[in-house]
């Protein structure tokens, strides 16, 4: 006959099973969570938008923005202007044929015969409704100019991949709430019951982050492999040679930045009981996955708020590798906040496990963290 | 065996078990009654370790119960629960998976299950498609794919037509045959009066009585007779040392109130001497006696006395 006191399962786990069963569990956890998203339709359509947004990116521009502008000429003079620039020419006969080219988009611009003496150039440009700049711009003469710091990287490009990076962390960030819900389901069915009295909590909660976390990190090398061929389609290797080295950076930072995410969204899920209390349970995560985008986006001209920002776990992930892109950080900089970060990592789920636990069971209103925090104990 | 040894366990200020103590024999099925909040589910789920107890033990086989012993139990909770999208029989391969089998034999197990549950043509359907009877026998699948060592059942039956509660029962009954203990409980006294072999009481977190259904009988239900004479039985009244408990003509039931009778063992018979041998001596001097025998009591009958 036994005198052993009976113990919650958390406490039991680690003493009689072995951690074989603790990762065959957390396998099969993972697994049924991958099937079962892949299995709704929610994955695929947003999987399949992303998939097109990149090629939209890709492509689009070359085909709507994309060659030399083309300008209708008149004149011999005219003809020769142009000929010294970029400007895809198309001769016609006078500056009505021009006129009627312009005001029906075959071209971008005319340039005519200047007959008023104003022009230096002798020619004149007719635009539709504004000033065809980048027509003027080709045709006008520009004094040398000598930059006593060049910047490396134009203000262009690193406004565009800031801008990438922090939209693509965000979106992908908002994949913890599948997670989140897929906690609560178990809850309200009561299926949790059975769950619990069968496999230990912690491995419940590691099969789903890892469950949840491969599907994303799936759906990421796809559209990594995607978007360099959506970029050489659409003619735009220089953008892809410039973004390239900042992407190994924000892999990893990625990574490590979604599993941080993921525990605050399961245990957003554990502490509601039902799918419809979800939002206000989930508003502290939402704030954190949107720290990075709007941080990132308004402060990045301020150098002191980014170098924070890049050493903050939540938004690390975005501001380390737009640091390293405009090549701000130094050498070390990278580790020492990918470090700070994996701390944050296995901080945060040692904590999440023990809410997890101890919300996990507690059914009706939502449960106060400092209770899950007590009841596991 | 499942010992359950001085289990105690409070929600705030209420003490929702008191010292509770109760064992679950091989082979045989428990029933575990008692009133709404009496305690039965806390025991239960204490029991499966999805709910800690504040003080004493439960004990499998003499060893203590630990996580990796619990994935060898087969557990039906009281609030039912099974992932509403997904199809009847991956569902229950997959927690028979957690319980720790092999793929192929979870779903030996599961097609075995679904057909005695008269599920088969279900197996693909997802669970939320089904009846609310259909879930339920789903959830007795649930509990039962890994061939537990033991079932604990709260309130199986609850939510069944009869023809489900034959099905169920069935099933039930052959793993008991096979060695398995069995702890259910049930509001419906006639469903846990045929099927157990033993029982435990609860009332209000602590245990009023528990032993075979026979002995609790015994022990619990006064010794009471019926006797069926051709002439009006109003005499019974006047003879000593029993107490009339109803009369209708010439029908009598009477308990022995000193306590003086025959244990009142179903068989009935008690050597002479004994007070209702006098009664039915006195009643064959009167006439033809046509029905003469204890009254077994009905478990509804003994809860009553018990908790009372």
Redesign the interface.
């Given at each position: 006959?036994?005198?052993?006191?009976?113990?919650?399962?958390e406490a039991?786990?680690a003493?009689?099973?072995?951690s074989a069963?603790f990762w065959?569990?957390s396998r099969?956890?993972a697994e049924?969570e991958i099937s079962?998203q892949i299995r709704s339709k929610g994955y695929w359509i947003t999987f399949g938008m992303f998939i097109l947004g990149i090629l939209a990116m890709g492509i689009l521009p070359s085909l709507f923005g994309g060659g030399a502008p083309s300008v209708a000429t008149v004149g011999a003079e005219s003809e020769r202007v142009v000929a010294e620039t970029e400007l895809e020419a198309q001769p016609v006969a006078d500056a009505q044929e021009a006129e009627a080219l312009v005001r029906e988009g075959d071209v971008d611009a005319a340039v005519v015969p200047d007959t008023d003496g104003e022009s230096p150039l002798d020619v004149r440009v007719i635009g539709l409704e504004d000033t065809p700049e980048d027509v003027v711009a080709a045709l006008s003469v520009a004094p040398p100019v000598d930059l006593l710091e060049p910047s490396d990287v134009s203000s262009g490009a690193q406004y565009l991949v800031t801008f990438v990076f922090a939209l693509f962390f965000f979106v992908f960030a908002m994949y913890g709430m599948p997670l989140a819900q897929s906690v609560v389901?178990?809850k309200q069915?009561?299926?949790?019951?059975?769950?619990?009295?069968?496999?230990?909590i912690r491995s419940l909660l590691a099969g789903k982050i890892a469950g949840h976390s491969l599907l994303v990190f799936a759906q990421v090398a796809i559209l990594a492999m995607i978007a360099p061929l959506a970029l050489r389609m659409g003619d735009q290797g220089a953008l892809l040679a410039m973004l390239a080295p900042a992407l190994g950076w924000f892999v990893p930072f990625f990574i490590l930045g979604f599993i941080l995410l993921a525990t605050m969204w399961s245990v957003a899920g554990s502490i509601v009981s039902r799918q419809e209390d979800l939002g206000s349970s989930t508003t502290l995560v939402m704030m954190l996955v949107m720290l990075p985008y709007f941080g990132v986006t308004f402060l990045q001209d301020n150098d002191l708020a980014m170098t924070i920002l890049s050493y903050v776990p939540f938004s690390a992930a975005v501001a380390m590798p737009v640091r390293l892109f405009s090549e701000d950080a130094r050498t070390w900089e990278p580790f020492a906040a990918m470090a700070l970060l994996a701390v944050a990592v296995v901080v945060c789920v040692l904590v999440a496990s023990r809410l997890y636990s101890g919300s996990l069971?507690q059914t009706g209103t939502r449960v106060k963290l400092t209770q899950a925090w007590s009841q596991a104990e | 065996m499942l010992q359950v040894r001085s289990v105690s366990r409070s929600f705030g200020t209420h003490r929702a078990l008191d010292d509770v103590s109760f064992d679950v024999a091989p082979a045989r099925m428990t029933g575990f009654v008692g009133a709404n909040g009496s305690g039965k589910t806390t025991a239960m789920r204490i029991i499966l370790g999805v709910l800690a107890a504040d003080a004493g033990t439960v004990s499998w086989r003499g060893r203590p119960v630990t996580q990796a012993v619990r994935q060898r139990f087969g557990y039906m909770p009281e609030e039912r629960g099974l992932y509403p999208k997904m199809k009847v029989a991956d569902q229950i391969i997959y927690l028979g998976r957690l319980h720790g089998m092999h793929a192929a034999a979870a779903r030996r197990n599961t097609d075995e299950l679904l057909e005695q549950l008269a599920l088969a043509e279900r197996a693909s359907d997802p669970v939320e498609q089904l009846s609310l009877g259909n879930q339920q026998r789903v959830q007795v699948a649930a509990a039962l794919v890994h061939d537990p060592e033991l079932l604990i059942l709260d309130e199986p039956f609850s939510g069944l037509d009869p023809i489900a509660i034959e099905t169920v029962l069935g099933v039930l009954r052959e793993r008991a045959r096979r060695g398995v203990p069995v702890l259910f409980s049930s509001h419906q006294l006639e469903v846990v009066e045929r099927l157990c072999d033993d029982l435990v009481i609860i009332s209000a977190g602590a245990i009023a009585a528990s032993g075979p259904r026979e002995e609790l009988r015994s022990r619990f239900g006064p010794p009471r007779f019926e006797l069926v004479v051709d002439s009006d039985a109003g005499w019974v009244r006047d003879m000593p040392g029993i107490q009339l408990v109803e009369l209708d003509g010439e029908r009598a039931v009477f308990d022995l109130s000193d306590g003086l009778g025959v244990s009142s063992a179903p068989s009935g018979n008690g050597d002479g001497g004994h007070l209702e041998q006098t009664v039915l001596n006195a009643a064959v001097q009167r006439g033809a006696v046509h029905r003469f025998g204890p009254v077994v009591p009905s478990l509804a009958e003994i809860f009553r006395e018990v908790i009372s």
């Open positions: 006959m036994s005198t052993q006191t009976v113990s919650p399962p039991t786990e003493t009689e099973t072995g069963s065959t569990a099969l956890v049924r079962s389901t178990e069915t009561r299926i949790v019951e059975i769950l619990v009295s069968t496999v230990p069971l | -």
